[in-house]
């Protein structure tokens, strides 16, 4: 046993370069394990940084300083976020408040059309069957009901917390884009001077991190904004909560529509009833989420992620159960930072392939 260790070992890290990645690459997932809460308006703030660093090397490139550069990019996103904070928040809480004020509506309702099916379908449902499930959904429906005011009270609480992010991660992204440079260089003087393995990782992975985090962006934008202009002319209740889900949802490959649907359809349900105009509801969702997955994504991304779907799904389950939403949101640039350094993880023949050359040259 304890050969085939050592073998493996010599096989896999014989090569300081090898080791001096895998050390790297635990060191910063033991550091956001650890200390992922107490340090989150920085992690926070070094995503948006490099988001946005993208706008500035975009100015840089038409000789306008970094520091100017700097400046116009952290105004444009400070707006930005207060047009969120004030514009959409509050319209957003509106239509959550209206939509909880009808929900026992829809529930009575619901239990009508259930106790209707026996009469209807009495060869594939029972009167008890339908009076268990009724017993089911309304027990599952008060246990909600004590999360969110769990969650509400939660949330007084955590005030404090938004007002301190809200202070910290503005001033914290202008920092990080304007001494880029400075702070590159200071965690390169940790690295030892032969790093080509770590730097080739790094360019496959900004590059396709890059592409896909920005892209994934724009994407939210324009789905959530044609859904909402769509879900308005079609007078659909609650239209920016529902479009503002849909948006979100392309954050979950495969999983993320299919589970929007189901509010979507609930709400065109209760408002027009199995009619016309909750065909061209779902007809139009379906229409958007087409475009989106056959002309949009290919569009944004091309070939900047190429993962296998299994993949996919698989990163998706395993980092949203590790960090929530913010795994299920960078669980796709994690799971291509581990293919990246599959890729140019130097294998047996090629070590032996580079100690030749180096004994020839």
């Known amino acids: 046993m304890i050969e085939m260790l050592r073998a493996w070992y010599q096989r896999h890290f014989s090569d300081p370069q090898v080791v001096t990645l895998a050390l790297f690459l635990i060191s910063g997932f033991a550091v956001v394990l650890l200390a992922g809460d ?35 990019v952290s105004f444009i996103f400070l707006a930005f976020l207060i047009l969120m904070t004030f514009g959409l928040v ?5 239509q959550v408040t209206e939509f909880f004020r009808e929900f026992p509506n829809m529930i009575s309702r619901g239990q009508q059309l259930l106790m209707q099916l026996p009469e209807h379908y009495p060869q594939f449902i029972s009167q008890t069957q339908v009076q268990d499930l009724i017993g089911v959904v309304r027990a599952e429906v008060a246990t909600f009901g004590q999360r969110v005011f769990t969650l509400s009270l939660a949330s007084v609480v955590g005030l404090f917390t938004v007002l301190v992010y809200a202070v ?33 990782v790094w360019a496959e992975v900004n590059n396709k991190i890059a592409s896909y985090v920005r892209g994934k962006f724009a994407e939210i934008l324009i789905v959530w904004s044609v859904t909402y202009i769509t879900f308005v002319i079609l007078g659909l209740n609650y239209a920016m909560l529902l479009s503002f889900l849909v948006g979100i949802s392309v954050i979950i490959p495969y999983i993320g529509a299919a589970a929007v649907t189901l509010p979507v359809a609930f709400i065109a349900y209760f408002q027009w009833g199995f009619g016309s105009d909750f065909v061209y509801t779902l007809a139009a969702y379906g229409i958007i989420q087409f475009l989106d997955g056959n002309l949009l994504v290919p569009l944004l991304f091309s070939e900047a992620v190429n993962l296998h779907p299994i993949a996919t799904i698989t990163a998706v389950l395993v980092f949203g159960e590790y960090w929530g939403v913010w795994g299920v949101f960078f669980a796709i640039p994690l799971a291509t930072l581990i293919h990246a350094v599959i890729n140019v993880w130097p294998s047996r023949t090629q070590r032996v392939k580079d100690n030749q050359q180096d004994t020839l040259s």
């Open 90 to 94: 509050p319209l957003l809480f509106q």
């Open 38 to 72: 107490i340090i989150a308006p920085v992690l926070a703030s070094i995503v948006i940084a490099y988001l946005l660093d993208g706008a500035v090397e975009l100015m840089r490139r038409l000789y306008i300083p970094r520091v100017v550069a700097t400046f116009v």
């Open 168 to 200: 910290l991660v503005p001033m914290l992204v202008f920092f990080f884009l304007k001494d880029k440079m400075r702070i590159m260089d200071w965690a390169a003087g940790f690295l030892p001077e032969d790093r080509r393995l770590s730097v080739e």
